[in-house]
């Protein structure tokens, strides 16, 4: 599968079929989520989000699931743990989930919460940046395409979901090394991690721990996906919204 070949380009687009398109940040979380029957976009740092976004939901489109990692806002949330969107947050909007769909994921994803997700243009990396944006809008999580997809899908009267996993915990702060490897295309510079870690080695312990919370936010994502099986859900709502002829 060459989904981080594609990555590499900036926010991409990869053609699997055309029931559903998929839009993560990270190339880690497109080579968990691609599969046959999906388009997977990935962001990077968003600059672009919205018009490959576009782009993609004008030639063909059922569905759009934002899906991915995410930065805890609710002090309750660990590491690991999966958020399913009942309201994605932009500064000036609240868009509303499809409830049918919503359910369906938080039905199958063991430990799942249901909740808002706000969707930011930078990293919230520090528990003060979280507390304030968690008490400003009672938001669960936060993320930078979930805001995105949620405002194309509701121009293109397109159902809309979001699955999103904690990484950063409210009370934890993003280290400086793990912003800086983060390259505006989804991919992991480690070269520049470890440069920041020589400035600020006692940056270290902080990163490991990052690399943990990581590790299970991943385990969970892996699990989740295949648990929703092909589709992630979206082929009921197709289905339910199908005519059928003959019988």
Known sequence: MR????VRRGPTERRWGWDLIVVVGLAFEARIVADAGMRVI??????????ALARAVDEDCRGLLSFGVAGGLDPALAP??????????????????????????????????CGPIAGVAAPVA?????????QRTG??????????VAAVGAAHGLPVAAIRVITDPAARALPKAALAA??????????????????????????????????????????????????????DLAARATPSFGG
């Open 126 to 134: 520090d528990p003060a940046g979280k507390q304030a944006l968690n």
């Open 42 to 51: 990935c962001s990077g740092d968003g600059r672009n989000l919205a018009a």
């Open 3 to 6: 989904v981080a070949d594609d």
């Open 80 to 113: 690991g743990t999966c958020v399913v969107a009942t309201d994605v947050l932009s500064e000036t909007t609240t868009y509303t989930t499809d409830p049918e769909w919503v359910r369906h994921l938080a039905g199958t994803i063991p430990g799942a919460v």
């Open 139 to 148: 938001a669960l999580a936060v993320d930078m395409e979930s805001h995105v």
């Open 182 to 235: 983060m390259r505006s295309n989804g991919t992991t510079d480690i070269l520049a991690m470890l440069r920041q870690v020589m400035r600020q080695p006692r940056e270290l312990p902080a990163l490991v721990r990052t690399a943990l919370d990581a590790r299970a936010a991943r385990a969970t994502l892996v699990r989740g996906r295949q648990l929703l099986g092909p589709g992630l859900g979206l082929a």
